[in-house]
């Protein structure tokens, strides 16, 4: 009843900006919090930037002053700025929202992940 979609992901030469969005659409009430997450191969999914309805941010520190989260809560829609990209950065990039689906019935979503790789 609700999905998730993101897009923007590709290769990028190290040093280089790619910025992915994430858009939830179905049956939404509401959107509060969102979260990008990472997994990089042969390790575990970490969190990299979250967002509150409000537009409080919070990052993983590996990626603070290079990575930047935003929301359109018009569009229901989740941006990731990534700037000055590391070879270190390369995983599949998931984007997790908290949807209410009336006033009373909010659960976690996920997409289906969008791979970001850095390499000359």
């Known amino acids: 009843q609700v999905q998730l979609v993101e897009a923007g992901g590709g290769l990028v030469q190290p040093g280089g900006s790619l910025k992915l969005s994430c858009a939830a659409s179905?049956?939404?009430?509401?959107?509060?919090?969102m979260q990008w997450y990472r997994q990089a191969p042969g390790k575990g999914r970490e969190l990299v930037a979250g967002?509150?309805?409000?537009?409080?941010?919070n990052y993983a520190e590996a990626v603070k002053g290079r990575f930047t989260i935003s929301r359109d809560n018009t569009k229901n829609t989740v941006y990731l700025q990534m700037n000055s990209l590391k070879p270190e950065d390369t995983a599949v990039y998931y984007c997790?929202?908290?949807?209410?689906?009336?006033?009373?019935?909010?659960?976690?979503?996920w997409g289906q992940g969008t791979q970001v790789a850095v390499s000359s």
């Open positions: 997790k929202a908290l949807v209410f689906t009336n006033a009373f019935l909010s659960n976690f979503y």
């Open positions: 179905g049956k939404i009430f509401s959107v509060n919090d």
């Open positions: 967002i509150t309805r409000g537009g409080t941010t």
